[in-house]
């Protein structure tokens, strides 16, 4: 496996394989570029870890679903031997108009031209709302399914 991506196979290739297939919603292209073994960590969550490409797939059925005109996109990125780390971006709305917008990073393990592992540190985005000469944090609590409106806080807290 090599660092560079002259014939499409080295594992930065495998990201941007995802990355396009996720903002043009081809859930099977999405799907095949993860191993049918996949292990997904998310250390800051643990319960929110899971395995299998089949998981992959309802996971991201569901999100084109409920997220249709979510994008993804990489901010920066770097490669060593069978691993890449990446800073992505992803945004969109729900069907309701309610945004959806994460931001971190994912370290992916990429073996024999297909993704066996990633360990996510996505995290919400907050966003300032302004009314009058205040501005309130407003942050959004991820689950399985929909956002969900956390208190809104005073910035200076």
């Not at 249709?68 to 770097?78: A, L, N, Q, T």
């Not at 996505?122 to 944090?137: F, G, I, N, Q, S």
């Not at 399985?144 to 809104?152: D, I, K, N, T």
Request: proline share 6%; hydrophobic share 35%; glycine share 8%.
């Amino acid at each position: 496996m090599t660092l560079t991506d002259d014939a499409g196979a080295g594992p930065l290739a495998v990201i941007h394989r995802l990355l396009e297939a996720t903002n043009k919603h081809d859930l099977e292209t999405l799907a095949e570029c993860f191993s049918p073994g996949y292990v997904n960590e998310t250390p800051a969550h643990p319960t929110r870890g899971f395995t299998g490409r089949e998981t992959i797939r309802t996971n991201w059925e569901q999100l084109f679903t409920g997220v249709p005109d979510i994008k993804v996109r990489m901010v920066s990125h770097s490669v060593t031997t069978g691993q890449v780390w990446t800073e992505l971006h992803m945004q969109g709305s729900w069907r309701d108009g309610t945004p959806h917008e994460l931001t971190g990073v994912v370290i992916f393990g990429v073996e024999e031209g297909a993704i066996n592992n990633a360990r996510f540190y996505m995290e919400p985005v907050e966003h300032l709302v302004r009314t009058d000469d205040t501005a309130d944090r407003v942050s959004h609590r991820v689950t399985h399914g929909r956002p969900q409106e956390a208190p809104v806080q005073a910035a200076s807290q």
